[in-house]
């Protein structure tokens, strides 16, 4: 299923970006992941919730030792805090 028009990203695709990467908690990172950037913003929430699917349990209750921590991007200098701008209807 197409998840994102804008860049015709598939749910398929979004999982494997999280399935190959470790880390990747934000759709921000998907679509860098998938040398795409977000155009229209309106697929942000699903492109959310198959990461969240895809990462299961993790992904509600991540320790600090999980791969998937955000915590780790908190201590990265260099991570700049991912914003999506709403798309006007």
Same mark, same amino acid.
């Given at each position: 299923?197409?998840?994102?028009?804008?860049?015709?990203?598939? &749910? %398929? &695709? !979004?999982?494997?970006? !999280?399935? +190959?990467? %470790?880390?990747? /908690?934000?759709?921000?990172?998907?679509?860098?992941? @998938?040398?795409?950037?977000?155009?229209?913003? /309106?697929?942000?929430?699903?492109?959310?919730?198959?990461? &969240?699917?895809? @990462?299961?349990?993790?992904?509600?209750?991540?320790?600090?030792?999980?791969?998937?921590?955000?915590? !780790?991007?908190?201590? %990265? +200098?260099?991570?700049?805090? !991912?914003?999506?701008?709403?798309?006007?209807?």
């Amino acid at each position: 299923m197409i998840v994102c028009s804008c860049n015709v990203l598939s &749910d %398929d &695709d !979004v999982r494997a970006a !999280v399935a +190959e990467s %470790d880390g990747v /908690r934000h759709p921000k990172q998907v679509y860098g992941c @998938l040398g795409c950037s977000a155009e229209c913003g /309106r697929c942000a929430r699903t492109i959310k919730t198959i990461i &969240d699917e895809a @990462l299961g349990p993790c992904a509600k209750s991540c320790c600090s030792g999980c791969p998937h921590s955000h915590t !780790v991007a908190a201590n %990265d +200098e260099t991570a700049e805090p !991912v914003q999506f701008a709403l798309a006007a209807c």
